[in-house]
């Protein structure tokens, strides 16, 4: 059983930076083997993705609203993921999940750098984000 657990949300002002981190945690778990996600829902709305990373090579996704203000990156030492988001506007309110999508089996890597919410097999509880002045 694969845990994640977010932390570093909170509230700031526009364009303001913030640095969410993403603890990932399991029996023997190797960061290498799984994809990571980030995700948000805004109130009332769906979730959606953000970024994603592959343990394995960090190669890199994220969707066009917050390219060139947020970066995602990992520590495979320490099991952690992180969001550092920039120049943060009021749209980007929301609550925040990790999310974590095997990609190591068979004896093969199998990161498809896609952010389908249904891709990712295990959550965590979110860490909320507000932004406003």
């Known amino acids: 059983q694969v845990q994640l657990v977010e932390s570093g949300g909170g509230l700031v002002q526009p364009g303001d930076s913030l640095k969410l981190s993403c603890a990932v945690s399991?029996?023997?778990?190797?960061?290498?083997?799984?994809?990571i996600g980030w995700f948000r829902q805004a109130p009332g709305k769906e979730r959606e993705g953000v970024a994603c990373i592959s343990g394995k090579d960090g190669k890199t996704t994220y969707v066009d609203s917050v390219k060139d203000r947020f970066t995602i990156s990992k520590d495979n030492a320490k099991n952690m993921v992180y969001l550092q988001m920039n120049n943060l506007q009021p749209n980007d309110t929301a609550a925040y999940y990790c999310?974590?999508?095997?990609?190591?089996?068979?004896?093969?890597?199998?990161?498809?750098?896609?952010?389908?919410?249904?891709?990712?097999?295990?959550w965590g509880q979110g860490t909320p984000v507000t932004v406003s002045s």
């Open positions: 999310a974590a999508d095997l990609i190591y089996y068979g004896g093969n890597y199998h990161y498809t750098g896609t952010l389908f919410l249904a891709q990712y097999d295990y």
């Open positions: 399991g029996p023997g778990l190797i960061l290498e083997h799984y994809g």
